[in-house]
């Protein structure tokens, strides 16, 4: 049943309500569809409309939000994507995230653009949503308990193989703050909206189906299409680099640039990460190359397996680059083996291993200085570098057992907690543990942390590290002048990548010119390039909103003391700090539309971006 005339898209949103079992469709506006292009954009809208101010985020009033975009479906490369919204348990603020494989696509076939869950099941179940209308709440109890590869292959069997899943771990039922969803390998990473998926007893969600949406223009379509594999060919990045290495080739730029955080940012890790390159990992644990969807020229998913050793039968799709900052040289491992299977536990047991790993390094780094001591660790040895304590640890916080259960709580309540000057050294913007690349050598990683709209994420919130490190034009000591780039990045991902879909690394390979005829081939409308902007824009003025109503000002957005107080302790970014930061967001939330004195989007730049409801809804609150 399609609900409107739109192309690119269904037009219609499913809403399951988990308590009592019912559902119910609604019309996506076609100027919704407009204005947010779909994905994070029209999450975004539906998290500040239908999400009332102060709920608890593992409350039954939280929503998760699940949504394609109008490339979903498409032969676009990397556009099989969807995006998961909730209030996040880990920050409290907004939250979303992107994954891929093969979900997306299905998710789309099902009719639907969007599914909205809300309210708790009295028991554990999973959702499976087909095509023809049907929404079954199908038992769980046998499932929970179950890792996130045994709980896919046993709904596949139930169901079909020809159905996706998305699911939770042990973490997500023990509501770990940081608990992620996995489809396939693939991980809905940051945020803890797996917390979200436990506190609602929904161990799972399954779809299927074969409704396909209508392209407005598939000439048009194909054409873009077409000059869009020819441009990935030519990108360096996209036809070599990433295809080679995976993202794990952003270490090495990182090490030379002296940008790679080491034993929980206390030092810059440099020659000693020669171990744990990508060229060491594809030399000695690579298996295969893999695209997560059919079509991706670019294949940069990797799977790496052990073949030898203490960490013998150990294998994951990846370490992606975040994951070997996190568990590597943030922990001080520089031993690949552990890193592959601390990844391979994180996807098993449902958690983010950036918030993981980065925790895992603060208690290490709070128990060199004598902030904790081995009793309060009952982790033995939790020294840096200590791999066995390290992967111990990370099955002890998916079931919040012993000081595991102080670790899932994360680097800002572990430091409450601890006391002393340790908040000092958790690593986190508004709960959410930083991504691994330094602001003290590249400040426009500062913005992103401080002002993104998650939390400590390093894209959500621009993405500034290859243009800082790669382009002659751009001083990356320099604080003056990066509002720019940091927004512009930030507009292009929110708007692109998170909302049309496209995947980010395929994105880096195409013009703005090309993925314009994407969009417009697919939806009939006459976006323009600078579209790609004002839509980013618009979309993170809601964000923004959102977080505002939930009491956000300018004083949360900070960094953690160490990258104002301590510089750089050698290398290439030796004695670098973030020297005036308070002039960075003063430059930033100008550009941004930002009231200097709140942090909150003014009035003048939500009429202009055509969403005056948002000023309303703040003026209100
Ligand atoms: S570039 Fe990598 S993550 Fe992106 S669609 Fe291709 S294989 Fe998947």
Known sequence: MKTARTFGSHGRLLKIDLAHQVIQTEKITANDLRLFMGGRGLGAAIMLRELPAGIDPLGEENLLIFSTGPLVDSSVPGSNRYVLHTKSPQTGLYSFSVSGGHFGDMLKKTGNDVIVIKGKASRPVYIFVEDDGRVEFKDASHLWGKDTADTQDIILSEIGTDARVTCIGPAGENLVPYACLINERRALGRGGAGAVMGSKNLKAVAVRGRTSVSLADAKVMKTAIKNGYQELKQNPMTAKILKTYGSSNMLRGLMNNGVLPGNNWTEAALDKAESITAEQMREHFHVKDMACSAGCPVKCTK???????????????????????????????????????????????????????????????????????????????????????????????????????VVAEGTRNMAARFGSDSHKY????????????????????????????????????????????????????????????????????????????????????????????????????????????????????????FNCREGLTREDDVLPDRLLSEGVSSGPSQGGKIEDFEAMKDEFYTLCGWDLKTGAPMDERLEALDITWVKEILNTK
């Open 303 to 405: 799977m790496f397996a052990v073949s030898e050793g203490e960490y013998q039968g150990a294998q994951s799709e990846g370490p992606d680059y975040e994951t070997v900052y996190a568990f590597g040289s943030c922990c001080g491992v520089y031993d690949l083996a552990p890193i592959i299977k601390a990844d391979e536990m994180c996807d098993l047991l449902g958690l983010d291993t950036i918030s993981t790993g980065v925790s895992i390094a603060f208690a290490m780094e709070c128990l060199e200085k004598g902030i904790i001591d081995a009793d309060d660790t009952h982790a033995g040895d939790l020294a840096f570098g200590n791999a066995k304590a390290m992967l111990r640890l990370v099955e002890d916080v998916a079931y919040n057992r012993g000081f595991g259960a």
């Open 426 to 545: 958790a690593m986190h913007a508004k709960g959410m543990e930083l991504g691994g690349y330094d602001p003290r050598g590249m400040k426009g990683m500062g913005l992103v942390y401080a002002c993104g709209p998650r939390g400590g994420c390093h894209h959500a919130g621009g993405y500034t590290a290859i243009a800082e490190m790669m382009n002659p034009q751009i001083d990356r000591f320099a604080e003056k002048g990066k509002a720019p780039l940091v927004a512009g990045t930030r507009n292009r991902r929110a708007s692109l990548c998170d909302s049309g879909l496209i995947c980010a690394f395929v994105a880096i390979g195409l013009s703005d010119e090309t993925v314009i005829g994407m969009l417009n081939g697919a939806t009939g409308l006459d976006y323009q390039p600078s579209d790609l902007h004002t839509i980013g824009d618009r979309i993170s003025q809601v964000e923004r909103a």
